[in-house]
């Protein structure tokens, strides 16, 4: 069974930073391509970042470039968002989501994703 378990939310000044965990399991972790997608209040859901498989190429939301790293470990199953220079307009529920299918080609995230972790809530206060 496909899991994925997002930590790492909290409550942070704008300016400040915060890693986000996604702890996956029950899948060939190098397999997928694993992303964060977040989700503000009367929002539609965006993409944030993703790490495609196998080679880990990565895509970033414009709103994000810059600022947000994405990463993984292999021996542990957890793939991370290094989130820095937060601003006000971060602040929502960031979610984790895997996908066998899913790609990244030339930067650009290409498919959608099946599996989907808990979200953490993150807070950017001005």
């Known amino acids: 069974e496909v899991q994925l378990q997002a930590s790492g939310g909290g409550l942070v000044q704008a300016g400040g930073s915060l890693r986000l965990s996604c702890a996956a399991s029950?899948?060939?972790?190098?397999?997928?391509?694993i992303g964060w997608f977040r989700q503000a209040p009367g929002k539609e859901r965006e993409t944030v970042s993703c790490?495609?498989?196998?080679?880990?190429?990565?895509y970033y939301a414009d709103s994000v470039k810059g600022r947000f790293t994405i990463s993984k470990d292999n021996r542990k199953n957890t793939v991370y968002l290094q989130m820095n220079d937060l601003k006000p307009e971060d602040t929502a529920v960031y979610y984790c989501?895997?996908?066998?299918?899913?790609?990244?080609?030339?930067?650009?995230?290409?498919?959608?994703?099946?599996?989907w972790g808990n979200g953490t809530l993150v807070t950017v206060s001005s």
């Open positions: 790490i495609g498989k196998g080679d880990g190429s990565t």
């Open positions: 989501a895997a996908d066998p299918r899913a790609r990244v080609v030339y930067g650009y995230f290409v498919g959608g994703m099946d599996y």
């Open positions: 029950g899948f060939s972790f190098d397999d997928y391509t």
